[in-house]
């Protein structure tokens, strides 16, 4: 590549540069300039989505909140091997009845009696 081929390239890139440049120089101030127009809608547009944004974050707490007690639903710990079991569905009353049944009859281990009813997910 020649001396002059290098410079005009050079030369287009710092012109697009300049192009840029100057269109976000003018977007700038016309967005400025349309603001300054129109402070009480601005103003009224910022109460507005500060309220969205509040409600939102709330529904999104609530919905981590529920997706987090559903996990702790689905699992339970066995304290004689040390790890968490993954329940097909949450337990009832009467499923612990039987699990403490089975424990006590037979002495297997909390998930051996949860594999027995069937309650633990593969």
């Excluded at 977007?27 to 809608?41: M, P, Q, S, V």
């Excluded at 409600?55 to 968490?84: M, N």
């Excluded at 329940?87 to 009353?93: C, I, S």
Aim: glycine content about 6%.
């Amino acid at each position: 590549m020649n001396n002059s081929t290098v410079n005009l390239n050079k030369f287009k890139r710092e012109a697009k540069i300049r192009e840029i440049k100057q269109a976000v120089t003018d977007k700038t101030k016309a967005t400025i300039e349309w603001c300054t127009a129109n402070k009480e809608g601005l103003a009224i547009a910022g109460v507005v989505l500060a309220g969205a944004g509040k409600i939102f974050g709330q529904a999104a707490k609530h919905h981590d909140r529920k997706v987090e007690q559903k996990l702790k639903d689905l699992k339970t710990y066995d304290h004689s091997t040390g790890a968490y079991v993954e329940l097909k569905r949450k337990l009832r009353a009467g499923d612990i009845e039987q699990i403490q049944n089975l424990r006590t009859r037979t002495g297997c281990s909390y998930t051996d009696a949860l594999m027995k009813l069937n309650l633990v997910r593969r």
